[in-house]
């Protein structure tokens, strides 16, 4: 049996868990995922962990939050005042808005808090600050041509 290499796309099943145990993802309902080794999709860690495995091999890859999705940052919690907003649908918690940033790019926001005036919303990524661990089983390696 051979191991992926760059190039090669893979077909894996996944369990994502942050480090208090919650299951923030994975592959149960939709199947197996592609992902073509070398392109950008997955973190690097978990790249260099499938050119080691083979069809069959399962593995474990912790990845800090540091190399994850970054710790939380408090400037990026802001409030919002509800006439900036459309009145349609009205904001609950758990909402993205889209905003663009001061040098262009776009930015997803999460609704935490409604209040009467503004509502308080985050652009931290949800796992921001949260240490991760990939649980991972490669399923079949499609040879790069």
Do not use: C
């Not at 776009?106 to 649980?135: C, R, W």
């Amino acid at each position: 049996m051979t191991s992926p290499k760059q190039g090669d796309i893979v077909s894996i099943d996944y369990e994502v868990r942050t480090s208090d145990g919650t299951v923030v993802g994975h592959t149960q309902q939709e199947g197996p995922q592609d992902i073509k080794l070398g392109g950008g999709q997955i973190f690097p860690q978990i790249e260099q962990a499938l050119t080691g495995m083979k069809v069959g091999d399962e593995e474990t890859v912790e990845i800090p939050s540091e190399s994850a999705f970054g710790p939380r940052r408090d400037e990026l919690i802001i409030d919002i005042p509800l006439s900036n907003l459309p009145p349609e649908p009205a904001p609950q918690p758990g909402m993205t808005l889209q905003a663009q940033q001061q040098d262009g790019t776009a930015m997803t926001l999460y609704i935490v808090e409604v209040g009467e005036q503004s509502v308080k919303a985050d652009g931290n990524h949800p796992l921001a600050g949260q240490d991760l661990t990939f649980g991972l089983t490669l399923r079949e390696i499609k040879q790069a041509a």
